[in-house]
């Protein structure tokens, strides 16, 4: 089993950058691929970008693509969410998930796929 806590959420302005950490503590990291998901109001819940427990396959949604980076450090059981170029409408609770699953080099793009979830950090984007 595995614990996450996410932060580095906060308010920023259209075009600003913010950077999400999820520290992750229990059974070893490196065990699982991680995911960035987000709900915005009134939305279901949709992948934001997702990344094998080695690092070298990473996945990103359409709407994040070319704007958002994730990254992860085993090392110190973090997965990161680099985003750039913030638009108002990425204001949303952003959630880390993790999947015990060995799916080779795939990734899991649904949440039901993943077994772990963190509470959740809420990312504002004023226009």
């Known amino acids: 089993q595995v614990q996450l806590v996410e932060s580095g959420g906060g308010v920023v302005q259209a075009g600003g950058s913010l950077r999400l950490s999820c520290a992750a503590s229990?059974?070893?990291?490196?065990?699982?691929?991680m995911a960035w998901f987000r709900r915005a109001p009134g939305k279901a819940r949709s992948l934001v970008a997702a990344i094998s427990r080695s690092g070298e396959t990473t996945y990103y949604g359409d709407t994040v693509r070319g704007r958002f980076t994730i990254s992860r450090d085993n090392a110190k059981s973090t997965v990161y969410l680099q985003m750039n170029s913030l638009k108002p409408e990425d204001t949303a609770v952003y959630y880390c998930a993790a999947d015990a699953n060995d799916r080779a080099r795939i990734v899991a793009v649904r949440s039901y796929e993943y077994d772990y979830w963190g509470q959740g950090t809420q990312v504002t984007v004023s226009s």
């Open positions: 229990g059974r070893t990291f490196s065990s699982y691929d």
